[in-house]
């Protein structure tokens, strides 16, 4: 029952959006019309009074407006917490002030001639509105807030669709240009009056009293501010149950039952990623529940048709969706705080050197095609999570990552040790590495066609280490022969199907024999010679043959 309400809500908080938005759309055609003149002005609004000053059309229309400021404090009164992006704070912003700019304008024209039967025609309305530069302006920016609101809504509702990208421009064209060109058209209207009578306010014989029409107007300010007033008192009263949620890093946020666990991430402070603004639209919130999945609500539709095209497992939620009945233990998936990388040495150690160093070149074997089939957020977040794999087990060894090239990474072994232990660290990073891909596989068994592999190559050798680029594009880096090698050995473990292709000098420097594996004497380009290459199938596979200080941090 509530899944159905939700996808309810939903269907009718856009349906509702999209009549007001053709709404909006119709007058402003009318405000194009002025750049011919007034009198082109009145043939374009006669066929839209046809249509909404019907009853079917009155009924479409009010009841969308008043149905999507009725959905709009049903959103606000169910958040819990007021930070957002500020995006949505503008289309919320825009959407309440909405109504209030309006007012006067729409009591002076619908409700009047309701009333009275009295229509305003254009020159009568443009009189009124440009004798008084409150009414000019105030006018003015309830179109753009009005037009504003729409677009933001429009953005939010198309912008993960597969074809957004190839229209943006476009629409993004459009939503500049419509509302300019509408209230230019407003502007040469105005100006092309008699300016004798401009300034004329008057309430010709049969009009309805202006008394009335300032207590309507009242009323409905009023009943505007009680409705936000209400949502605002009963968003703080404490009458509601408190839940729990416990986060990975040990903090625990108490929210009011009922508000999703996006925004208690939020209201908290925690960085939590959510692309298509938490609408279910993306898996990019989604969290994991290591503790109190059951009683919690059944996703509704849009969740599970995300859940299923990412085919994750049964304790994976999208946090903007699940709005838990009891306490829970969750961990973000993708977490927001841990795009970017630990530190590195200081440039000042390690900069404008020749020294012998250890590279590790890592790449994914057949990532494109398993991109392919993933959603473009879930392969940034699968991207992430292997970068940070790696980015551990490097760091945790004793190196450093160079850089990240595509799904390929380097890493330096040696700044600021000798090339003795930097072989060691490399060869234990080897092993944290398999061993972390190894745990991703197992973690995301149900969402990978096949499991994630490595291909791995390692040489030792003279580099020159330095800052490299322009700007803030420059960076710390190795350059030389010893680079082109271990990229070189990547390529060749990828031919021979294992996990890792390591030069004998590594072997050699580390103090190891690793005796049994497949050896090659391969030709690098550019290098005279040959370079005697072991091939170990697994990286696991040496970890006994590490140095006893290694073996033991591995």
């Known amino acids: 029952m509530k899944r159905d309400l939700a996808t309810l809500r939903k269907k009718l908080h856009l349906f509702s959006g999209l009549v007001l938005a053709t709404f909006i759309l119709g007058h402003f055609g009318n405000l194009f019309a002025g750049l011919v003149s007034v009198e082109a002005m009145e043939a374009v609004r006669q066929p839209l009074h046809l249509i909404w000053r019907s009853w079917p059309g009155t009924i479409l229309l009010y009841g969308a407006l008043f149905g999507h400021f009725a959905m709009a404090l049903d959103s606000l009164y169910r958040r819990q917490t007021l930070r957002m992006p500020p995006r949505e704070a503008l289309k919320i912003l825009f959407g309440l002030s909405l109504p209030f700019l309006l007012v006067a304008h729409v009591v002076g024209t619908r409700l009047e001639y309701t009333l009275s039967g009295f229509s305003m025609d254009y020159p009568r309305i443009l009189r009124i509105l440009w004798s008084n530069n409150f009414d000019t302006y105030k006018q003015s920016f309830a179109l753009l807030a009005a037009w504003s609101h729409g677009c933001l809504g429009i953005w939010f509702w198309l912008r993960g669709k597969a074809w957004f990208d190839r229209y943006a421009l476009a629409l993004y064209s459009a939503a500049i240009l419509v509302p300019v060109i509408a209230l230019i058209g407003f502007a040469v209207s105005a100006r092309s009056l008699d300016p004798a009578v401009q300034s004329l306010r008057w309430f010709e014989e049969g009009r309805s009293d202006p008394a009335t029409l300032a207590a309507l107007r009242q ?12 949502v605002l008192t009963l968003r703080a009263w404490p009458s509601r149950g408190r839940i729990r949620i416990t986060y990975p890093d ?22 939590h990623l959510s692309i298509c603004g938490g609408r279910g639209r993306c898996s990019t919130c989604r969290v994991r529940i290591t503790s109190g999945l059951h009683g919690q609500p059944d996703a509704t539709d849009a969740e599970s048709a995300t859940l299923r095209r990412i085919r994750a497992p049964a304790n994976v939620r999208l946090a903007c969706q699940l709005r838990p009945a009891k306490d829970l233990t969750i961990a973000p998936v993708l977490g927001a705080d841990s795009m970017g990388l630990k530190s590195g040495p200081s440039s000042e150690e390690a900069a404008g050197r020749e020294r012998r160093i250890t590279v590790l070149f890592c790449d994914l074997r057949d990532f494109t095609q398993l991109a392919q089939k993933q959603l473009p957020f879930d392969t940034v977040f699968l991207l992430n999570r292997y970068f940070e794999t790696i980015g551990e087990a490097v760091e945790s060894s004793g190196g450093v990552i160079d850089k990240f090239i595509g799904d390929g990474v380097l890493a330096l072994f040696g700044l600021n040790t000798t090339v003795e232990e930097a072989s060691a660290q490399a060869l234990a990073a080897t092993v944290r590495i398999s061993k972390g891909i190894a745990l991703l596989n197992r973690s995301f068994s149900s969402e990978l066609e096949k499991p994630l592999r490595i291909a791995m190559g390692m040489h030792a050798g003279p580099a020159i280490i330095g800052h490299i680029g322009y700007g803030k594009a420059t960076a710390l880096t190795a350059v030389g022969d010893t680079i082109n090698a271990a990229s070189r050995l990547e390529g060749f473990a990828k031919e021979y199907d294992a996990e890792i292709a390591v030069s004998a000098d590594v072997v050699r420097y580390a103090g190891l024999t690793l005796e049994g594996h497949e050896r090659h004497h391969i030709t690098i380009r550019g290098r005279t010679g040959t370079l005697e290459t072991l091939i170990i199938p697994k990286a696991t596979d040496i970890a006994a043959s590490l140095p006893a200080t290694e073996a033991q941090a591995v």
């Open 219 to 230: 009323a409905i300010y009023i009943g505007l501010l009680l409705a936000i007033g209400t």
């Open 250 to 271: 040990g903090r625990v946020v108490p929210v009011t039952a009922g508000f999703s666990v996006l925004e208690a991430s939020r209201s908290a402070g925690i960085p």
